[in-house]
């Protein structure tokens, strides 16, 4: 037996009141919208007596009976609009039972109507819809959350009380979310701008969109702890992706020469509102260029995205103005290091890293190798302090399995990540593509994944088949679309910008 709010026991009471009345709450057909609420809103003009007829549905969002009128609003996707409901016009007839019952008392904030009338301007000026025909289309069994607002008749301030604001909830029933607070609609309207924003710019270059496996043999591209599945019919382990960086190579390796992929990836690791175990990112790879390249390519790609998505290269986040204009810092990590710490790391041995670490009051364990170790002093001491977009470039060997060893200076690698308001959002190597390097980069890690490193790469022999096929020199990226739509819209959480953010079930959850 479920438990039942006082509203929710009226809802099913009045669904049953109009299902007596013959009247269908969730009726099949269609209903034919011709217009919405914000290109009347912006469009109409009394002298042109344009918006003669109009058919609009959505969410009835308020209601003022007034006799045998009334006023609602109306909230489709685009926005919200007046309605005027006159008893005789949507009963004409001897029968006024659609005004007097159903309008007037078995309605409910949140049920969907369908409406049919002509534009026209209150006495006060407000663009409103005169309906002539109303139709319930869904009748709403749980009442949304009451957001009031009152607005300064002085200022012009608008006060918001009630909000819907608790991230328990908003997280977990972002439909609710969604539906009483709209600027959570523009954020994410927002995060489809930006990728579109990207793919039209790679489209442009003439690179090719792929799609690459979720569900792999082995995981690899990224240093990473994955998610383990099982195929019944292969009695097989398998993994969700970590990345697609190894599947891309391949097809390089196979004759095209850019291609890029928006992929879902997984991670089993912690969450916080930087990370969420499921994540979108951007891979590209392009043949016959390096980092370098890249790094020009990755300037020019997120500066139209804060073009198109703000009109300007500037972007508010927080309290930082962060600008995306072109060209941006760029450091060595050792450099890096070494400004925000004032300690030169470059020439020093494990030992003496474990030593400057302790120093700077860095956590350390004994599986960490070099490569972890100034991983943890640069996120400690460095990362955090790097607001405007940044590259740090010339990684340690150590660090990147996967990337080209520099070819001017022994013992780094050609490789960059982008840092922008303390994170990072992208990550880029000029590729390894020699498989005798590779295949001794791969056991380095199996000597580390010994040493109880559970991020360490595993061997991939049928990746390193395909390299001694032969892949051109190459360059490639990944970037996250998670962070870089955080940074774009100026949201406080990895959850604010995905639809539905992985979170612990529920305590109590109610069957019906």
């Known amino acids: 037996m479920i438990h039942l709010s006082e509203q929710e026991i009226q809802r099913r009471q009045k669904l049953e009141e109009l299902e007596k009345l013959g009247i269908e709450a969730y009726p099949s057909e269609l209903f034919d919208v011709t217009f919405y609420a914000k290109e009347i809103q912006?469009?109409?003009?009394?002298?042109?007596?344009?918006?003669?007829?109009?058919?609009?549905?959505?969410?009835?969002?308020?209601?003022?009976?007034?006799?045998k009128a009334s006023f609602a609003e109306l909230m489709d996707t685009s926005g919200r609009i007046q309605l005027y409901v006159n008893r005789d016009e949507i009963c004409p007839g001897e029968d006024k039972t659609l005004y007097n019952v159903?309008?007037?008392?078995?309605?409910?904030?949140?049920?969907?109507?369908?409406?049919?009338?002509?534009?026209?301007?209150t006495q006060v000026g407000e663009t409103s819809i005169h309906?002539?025909?109303?139709?319930?289309?869904a009748k709403a069994l749980r009442p949304l959350p009451v957001v009031k607002t009152q607005k300064d008749e002085v200022t012009g301030e608008v006060t918001t009380y009630d909000a819907f604001t608790d991230p328990e909830q908003r997280y977990r029933q972002r439909y609710?979310?969604?539906v009483v607070n709209p600027s959570v609609r523009d954020t994410f309207i927002k995060r489809t701008q930006l990728v579109q924003s990207m793919r039209n710019f790679l489209n442009d270059k003439g690179y090719l969109e792929v799609e690459t496996p979720i569900l792999q043999p082995l995981y690899g591209g990224a240093a990473a702890r994955p998610f383990t599945t099982h195929h019944n019919t292969l009695d097989m382990t398998l993994y969700l992706r970590i990345a697609n960086e190894l599947y891309l190579k391949r097809l390089i390796v196979g004759g095209f020469d850019g291609v890029y992929e928006f992929s879902k990836d997984f991670r089993n690791e912690g969450m916080s509102r930087f990370h969420n175990p499921e994540f979108t990112q951007m891979e590209l790879y392009v043949a016959y260029k390096d980092y370098a390249w890249?790094?020009?390519?990755?300037?020019?790609?997120?500066?139209?995205?804060?073009?198109a998505l703000h009109g300007q290269t500037e972007v508010q986040v927080g309290n930082n103005v962060i600008n995306f204009q072109r060209p941006w810092q760029r450091y060595t990590m050792f450099e890096?290091?070494?400004?925000?710490?004032?300690?030169?790391?470059?020439?020093?041995?494990?030992?003496?890293?474990?030593?400057?670490?302790?120093?700077?009051?860095v956590h350390l364990d004994p599986s960490m190798g070099k490569a972890k170790i100034i991983d943890e002093i640069f996120g400690e001491h460095v990362e955090g302090k790097l607001i405007q977009p940044t590259f740090i470039t010339d990684y340690p060997v150590e660090m990147s399995p996967l990337a080209k060893k520099h070819r001017d200076r022994p013992g780094m690698v050609e490789r960059f990540e982008a840092i922008c308001n303390g994170k990072e959002i992208c990550n880029a190597f000029s590729e390894l593509n020699d498989p005798i390097d590779q295949r001794q980069r791969f056991e380095d890690q199996l000597e580390l994944g010994k040493r109880g490193d559970t991020e360490?790469?595993?061997l991939d022999e049928d990746f390193l088949r395909a390299l001694e096929y032969g892949m051109p020199p190459t360059a490639g990226l990944g970037i996250g679309i998670d962070r870089l739509s955080m940074i774009m819209t100026n949201s406080h959480s990895i959850q604010d910008v995905l639809f539905f953010p992985q979170m612990k079930p529920e305590p109590q959850i109610r069957e019906i």
């Open 336 to 361: 890096a290091i070494e400004k925000y710490t004032g300690i030169a790391i470059g020439e020093m041995d494990e030992a003496s890293l474990r030593e400057a670490a302790t120093k700077l009051n």
């Open 42 to 67: 912006d469009n109409y003009h009394p002298e042109l007596n344009n918006f003669q007829e109009v058919t609009l549905a959505g969410r009835l969002m308020s209601s003022r009976v007034m006799g």
């Open 456 to 458: 360490a790469m595993v």
């Open 294 to 307: 890249m790094m020009d390519l990755v300037e020019e790609m997120v500066e139209r995205v804060a073009m």
């Open 131 to 137: 309906v002539t025909e109303l139709k319930l289309l």
């Open 102 to 121: 159903v309008f007037k008392k078995l309605l409910d904030l949140g049920d969907f109507i369908g409406v049919k009338g002509r534009v026209f301007k």
């Open 176 to 178: 609710v979310d969604l």
